[in-house]
């Protein structure tokens, strides 16, 4: 069934001045896009315009200011970012109704702005960005959308009806925008699309050249270019297919980061074939405790629907005997509701709410508890984390094992009076020292 698609917000875009600039340009854009937002090809069908500008001599200084008071003119709703905003003043002399100046490559701070104006929509079972990571990406790491739409019909989601079967980009495109998201400081990607393990399939795996060699568009292929980048990639909304295995190997050397965000779901084979899950039929746990086998750091994050109409009290608990048996490190869990437009919502024996609630209770017990027993095995341990932020005494920073917004974090304290030097987007060598039911405490190793 179609239903009406939303209205995504739409920006217009001026970008002006050198390369480094249209890297800014591209890395926003990149971002808003993940962040549901379209481009307007012209001003008139933009909700906003952000202009990227150059002020690097005086007839880029002009082309600048006129560029805005164009924007200005032709829709009224402008912020300006880019070199010329670090004269915020000179902006402001001759165009005092723009809504915000950045300067270069702030790019969290336009994203702010954006949001502000135009704040994007959540829907916990449709987006792939959690709510609150849209709010601020911090330019030391950033989301790579590879493809869009889905080829499954899974029946409480309503993707495909909005979006439309996969489409995958190009693997030259996605490399080049990996490549600029590099360039421009990025030392984590964040690989996301409704299907990750499905890329390239409806290109029949097209191949482009990078970097001197033939690429297919295809997960292994892809994987394997973007571990030649030299930063962290994070491979998010992958499905257990067994050609997953080789991008495991790819992990065991090191090349990857050994994660994997693998939306369950659920384990009952019933619950699993009446949400048309991809992969129902795998032997998800064998695989699992096979990659472990090869790959012992191997962090699993997973979410799962709980409450799912018809899910009976024996089925839930095969739930539970499946996460005992997985030991899944990160674990997220919703509550079933009913989206406007999905198929599951015709299914009959919908689940009560207080035991919808009491089953998400004791699933969270569990997860909280295996969470807890997985951590606690880091303790002692030294490890490479990336920095986030920086508060006083105390750093706050993922290892390998921790995506942005959605997991744990490791508390890296300073001893007392020592100054610290560390800052966002930095790595740290750490001696991990403690660790609670999601988070780990550390200290500076040496
Ligand atoms: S795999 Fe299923 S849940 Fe995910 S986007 Fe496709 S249809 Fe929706």
């Not at 001026?14 to 307007?40: F, H, M, N, W």
């Not at 996969?166 to 690989?191: F, H, N, Q, T």
């Not at 297919?216 to 571990?227: G, H, I, M, T, V």
């Not at 799912?308 to 048996?325: C, K």
Request: hydrophobic share 40%; glycine share 8%.
């Amino acid at each position: 069934m179609k239903i009406a698609k939303p209205r995504s917000p739409k920006i217009g875009f001026v970008s002006l001045g050198c390369p480094k600039a249209l890297v800014d340009s591209e890395r926003i854009l990149t971002q808003l896009r993940v962040q549901g937002y379209e481009t307007a090809s012209d001003y008139s069908g933009a909700d906003l315009v952000i202009v990227n500008t150059c002020g690097f001599i005086d007839s880029a200084v002009d082309e600048s200011l006129d560029a805005i008071g164009e924007a200005l003119a032709q829709n009224g709703k402008v912020i300006v970012t880019g070199c010329l905003g670090a004269q915020p003043q000179k902006i402001l002399d001759r165009h005092p109704q723009v809504l915000k100046i950045t300067g270069p490559q702030r790019y969290e701070e336009v994203l702010a702005a954006v949001h502000e104006q135009l704040p994007p929509t959540h829907e916990p079972f449709l987006d792939l960005v959690p709510a609150q990571g849209i709010k601020l990406t911090p330019r030391h790491y950033a989301y790579l959308k590879i493809s869009e739409g889905c080829n499954h019909r899974c029946s409480f989601c309503i993707i495909p009806s909005m979006r439309g079967d996969l489409v995958s980009r190009p693997i030259g495109e996605v490399m080049r925008e990996a490549e600029g998201l590099v360039r421009a400081g990025v030392k984590e990607l964040l690989v996301i699309s409704q299907d990750t393990s499905a890329y390239g399939v409806d290109l029949k795996y097209a191949a482009q050249d990078w970097r001197g060699r033939e690429r297919r568009a295809r997960f292994f292929d892809l994987s394997q270019a973007l571990s030649e980048l030299g930063v962290w990639v994070r491979l998010h909304y992958v499905y257990p297919y067994p050609h997953v295995d080789e991008v495991i190997a790819l992990m065991g050397e090191g090349r990857l980061l050994p994660y994997l965000d693998i939306p369950f779901q659920h384990a009952s084979p019933r619950i699993l074939k009446l949400m048309k899950r991809p992969a129902a039929a795998e032997n998800t746990l064998s695989r699992i405790h096979a990659w472990r086998k090869s790959l012992p750091d191997l962090t699993i994050r997973s979410t799962f629907i709980v409450g799912f109409p018809g899910e009976t009290d024996a089925e839930f608990d095969t739930l539970l005997q499946w996460m005992e048996q997985a030991q899944l490190d990160r674990v997220g869990c919703f509550e079933y509701s009913a989206v406007a437009g999905a198929a599951a919502n015709a299914l009959p024996d919908p689940v009560p709410a207080e035991v919808k609630a009491e089953r998400h209770a004791r699933f969270m017990q569990l997860a909280a508890r295996t969470s807890a027993a997985r951590l606690a095995r880091k303790v002692g341990r030294e490890m490479r984390v990336l920095v986030d932020r920086v508060e006083g005494q105390q750093a706050t920073a993922r290892t390998e094992g921790d995506a942005p917004e959605v997991d744990g974090v490791v508390h890296i304290r300073h001893p007392r009076g020592s100054a610290h030097k560390l800052k966002a987007g930095d790595w740290a060598d750490v001696l991990i020292t403690g660790a609670d039911e999601y988070d780990l405490e550390a200290k500076p190793r040496g």
